[in-house]
C-alpha cells in the first residue's frame, strides 16, 4: 500500500481524522482501543468488567468511539459486539505505548 501525504488528503477527510483523534483523546477510549486490537470484538459488558468502571460509563464512551467512526458495532441477540472499524487503528495504541515510554 502506498504511504499517502498529507497533501493527498481532502478537506472532509483531514475533518474525520482530526475528530476520530479528538474521540480517541481519552484514558478510558485509549484503554479501550487497546483491548480490540488484533481483530478483537468484545461485548459492552466485556469492556465494563476489563476497565472496572460502571456500565453506563462504558456504554457512553463506545457511543462516541462509534459515533467518530473508530468502532463498528454488530448486534448478535442481547449483545452488542464492539470492534475496531480499521485495523490500522492500532497503530495508535504502540504510538501512544512507545511515545510515552520514560525508561530511555
Same mark, same amino acid.
Given at each position: 500500500?502506498?504511504?499517502?501525504?498529507?497533501?493527498?488528503?481532502?478537506?472532509?477527510?483531514?475533518?474525520?481524522?482530526?475528530?476520530?483523534?479528538?474521540?480517541?483523546?481519552?484514558?478510558?477510549?485509549?484503554?479501550? @482501543?487497546?483491548?480490540?486490537? =488484533? *481483530? $478483537?470484538?468484545?461485548?459492552?459488558?466485556?469492556? !465494563?468488567?476489563? %476497565?472496572?468502571?460502571?456500565?453506563?460509563?462504558?456504554?457512553?464512551?463506545?457511543?462516541?468511539?462509534?459515533?467518530?467512526?473508530? @468502532?463498528?458495532?454488530?448486534? =448478535? *441477540? $442481547?449483545?452488542?459486539?464492539?470492534?475496531?472499524? !480499521?485495523?490500522? %487503528?492500532?497503530?495508535?495504541?504502540?504510538?501512544?505505548?512507545?511515545?510515552?515510554?520514560?525508561?530511555?
Amino acid at each position: 500500500m502506498e504511504k499517502k501525504h498529507i497533501d493527498d488528503l481532502k478537506i472532509e477527510q483531514l475533518e474525520a481524522a482530526a475528530n476520530m483523534l479528538k474521540a480517541i483523546a481519552h484514558p478510558l477510549r485509549i484503554a479501550i @482501543l487497546s483491548f480490540l486490537e =488484533d *481483530g $478483537k470484538q468484545l461485548t459492552v459488558t466485556e469492556i !465494563h468488567m476489563k %476497565l472496572d468502571i460502571e456500565q453506563s460509563t462504558t456504554s457512553h464512551h463506545l457511543g462516541i468511539l462509534k459515533d467518530k467512526g473508530v @468502532l463498528n458495532s454488530r448486534r =448478535d *441477540g $442481547k449483545n452488542t459486539y464492539y470492534s475496531l472499524r !480499521h485495523s490500522s %487503528l492500532s497503530h495508535i495504541i504502540e504510538c501512544v505505548s512507545s511515545c510515552t515510554n520514560y525508561d530511555k
